[in-house]
């Protein structure tokens, strides 16, 4: 009976809710048939848009996917809703058609470069990265160049990877610990009861 009120004590005074990560990105799948919540250059060329079945290749998920045809660099951000010091997971899925060497595709998280792909080859491939977000806004952005060919990207996203634990307030602390000695002081009475009367 005590290790149970002892775990029940544990349980309670270690109380917090952690928060889940939710998806920050939106639109990173370009569903919505347009580069809407995107900024940047590559969103208002001409040269690029969101179409389906391009060239022989499919959307990497569902029905759209961004194209970007384009010889001089551009970039398309997004400013995300992000908390001080959380772990986020910056994924998405990416194919270069037609490229060449030359090639480049950068990644950006809050003005840190987090990596340079250049000519990956054909057909889509995945690309993970972690990163600590440093303010309330952070923007994730890429930029890139492709002379010959078409940057194909799809599958956008931003995770919170590390949830932090959110810690009681002091009264219900205070609460809570004095129920749990109540519980653990009426268990150890009880017991000493019960080994008296034998």
């Known amino acids: 009976m005590i290790r149970f009120w002892l775990l029940i ?14 998806e920050l990105v939106t639109n990173g799948g370009f569903e919505s048939n347009s580069f809407s919540h995107w900024t ?8 690029n848009g969101v179409v389906g079945k391009i060239s022989g290749i499919d959307p990497y998920e569902l029905t759209h996917q961004a194209s970007f045809l384009n010889m001089d660099p551009e970039t398309i951000s997004q400013a995300l809703s992000t908390t001080i010091n959380d ?3 910056i994924s998405f899925a990416l194919a270069d058609y037609a490229g060449i060497n030359t090639d480049s595709f950068k990644v950006y998280f809050g003005g840190a470069l ?6 990956p080859g054909s057909g889509y491939k995945t690309y993970s990265y972690n990163a600590t977000a440093t303010s309330a806004s952070t923007t994730l952005s890429f930029t ?5 060919g078409t940057w194909l ?13 959110t ?3 002091p009264s219900t602390f205070a609460l809570t610990c004095v129920a749990c000695v109540s519980g653990l002081g009426h268990a150890l009475f009880r017991r000493r009861k ?3 009367a034998v």
């Open 87 to 89: 772990s986020e997971t």
């Open 167 to 169: 810690v009681p307030e």
């Open 144 to 148: 890139m160049t492709n002379p010959q």
């Open 153 to 165: 990207l799809d599958a956008v996203s931003v995770t919170q990877s590390s949830a932090p634990v």
């Open 114 to 119: 987090l990596a340079t792909i250049s000519n």
């Open 40 to 47: 940047g250059t590559a969103t208002t060329d001409t040269g």
């Open 194 to 196: 019960g080994n008296l």
């Open 9 to 22: 004590s544990v349980l309670v005074l270690g109380i917090g809710s952690v928060s889940s990560g939710g």
